[in-house]
């Protein structure tokens, strides 16, 4: 409704970064859909896991990665609280998750901030 009335779907909300990092950090897959349908910018920056992917890495949401991913998600990019996706999936041992960063060439001897 609110994409439909104007609202910007990049827009920054500080805390999660934009919409798409929040929606990434509860695993809401349809609404993760819908956003990049809309024009949700897959590799926007800012919040406190800097990326849409490190915040689903970090929750261990295979599918919506592997989303992520398909859509051209960075799977290197540097920043956030942990890092990299790779360190995020790897700081709770979501084995699925890193498997499938590693697949997508996640270089594993990449240093964080």
């Given at each position: 409704v609110l994409l439909d009335r104007g609202a910007e779907v990049n827009a920054d909300g500080v805390l999660y970064g934009t919409v798409l990092q929040a929606a990434c950090t509860s695993g809401h897959k349809a609404v993760i859909e819908l956003l990049l349908d809309r024009g949700?910018?897959?590799?926007?920056?800012?919040?406190?896991?800097?990326t849409a992917l490190q915040a689903a890495c970090y929750h261990g949401c295979r599918d919506i990665v592997e989303l992520l991913l398909e859509r051209g998600a960075?799977?290197?990019?540097?920043?956030?609280?942990?890092?990299?996706?790779?360190?995020?999936?790897?700081?709770?041992?979501?084995?699925?998750?890193?498997?499938l960063l590693v697949a997508n060439g996640a270089k594993q001897d990449e240093t964080g901030p």
């Open positions: 949700a910018d897959v590799n926007a920056r800012g919040g406190h896991f800097e960075g799977v290197n990019a540097q920043g956030g609280q942990y890092g990299s996706a790779l360190r995020a999936a790897s700081y709770w041992g979501y084995k699925t998750v890193v498997e």
